[in-house]
């Protein structure tokens, strides 16, 4: 059971916005740290994809956005494209446990 | 460029020790905190410690306090991860990530290595 709460998988079509969701508690996001995402191509390693809830590193198309809100934060996909079949992996820090802490990944498949 | 390589995976007995490394180039080693994130076979990512620029602050998971021992050289551009009395639950890719400041309780983690498989079975 992650600390982190993700939905497990999202679908879209081509063309559509998808949005993932991220939940967490009074430990961690909705103590007001920031929120991370990551893209985890298959067979690749993680990639850095938003951070500081809705910053985007140099490099990553304008279609990936974050936002966060309370407890919770959330990764919004425009223009879905089959290359963006990956999993999505939301973190923050947890006060509580004195460490970083993981979404349980939501895997992304372009109908 | 910036580049992480981990290497020190292998096969493992239960209760066994195995010692991860990572080799970073291309950027100011010293400035930066340091991470160990692993992933078993077909799950999520899971936090396994973390490293301040001067060793001065550690962070460990809970799954492994007491048996896992992060550090750094940083005349040598290195990370290690110490692994003791390891388990099946430890069996996963060990990922080597870069903190993208000093810090590793505050700043994210924006540059990771491929990974080195560590496999615990008798």
């Known amino acids: 059971q992650s600390v982190l709460t993700q939905p497990p998988s999202v679908s879209g079509a081509p063309g559509q916005r998808v949005t993932i969701s991220c939940t967490g508690s009074?430990?961690?996001?909705?103590?007001?740290?920031?929120v991370h995402w990551y893209q985890q191509l298959p067979g690749t390693a993680p990639k850095l994809l938003i951070y500081?809830?809705?910053d985007r590193p140099s490099g990553v198309p304008d279609r990936f956005s974050g936002s966060k809100s309370g407890t919770s934060a959330s990764l919004a996909i425009t223009g879905l494209q089959a290359e963006d079949e990956a999993d999505y992996y939301c973190q923050s820090y947890d006060s509580s446990l004195s460490g970083w802490v993981f979404g349980g990944g939501t895997k992304l498949t372009a109908l | 460029e910036v580049q992480l390589v981990e290497s020190g995976g292998g096969l493992v007995q239960p209760g066994r020790s195995l010692r991860l490394s990572c080799a970073a180039s291309?950027?100011?080693?010293?400035?930066?905190?340091m991470h160990w994130v692993r992933q078993a076979p077909g799950k999520g990512l899971e936090w396994v410690s973390g490293?301040?620029?001067?060793?001065?602050?550690?962070g460990y998971a809970d799954s492994v306090k007491g048996r896992f021992t992060i550090s750094r050289d940083n005349g040598k551009n290195s990370l290690y991860l110490q692994m003791n009395s390891l388990r099946g639950e430890d069996m996963a890719l060990y990922y080597c990530?870069?903190?993208?400041?000093?810090?590793?309780?505050?700043?994210?983690?924006?540059?990771w290595g491929k990974g080195t498989t560590v496999t615990v079975s008798s």
């Open positions: 291309g950027f100011i080693f010293d400035d930066y905190a």
């Open positions: 500081a809830n809705s």
């Open positions: 990530a870069k903190g993208s400041g000093s810090y590793f309780s505050y700043y994210y983690m924006d540059v």
């Open positions: 490293i301040s620029w001067n060793s001065g602050r550690i």
């Open positions: 009074s430990s961690n996001i909705g103590a007001g740290y920031d």
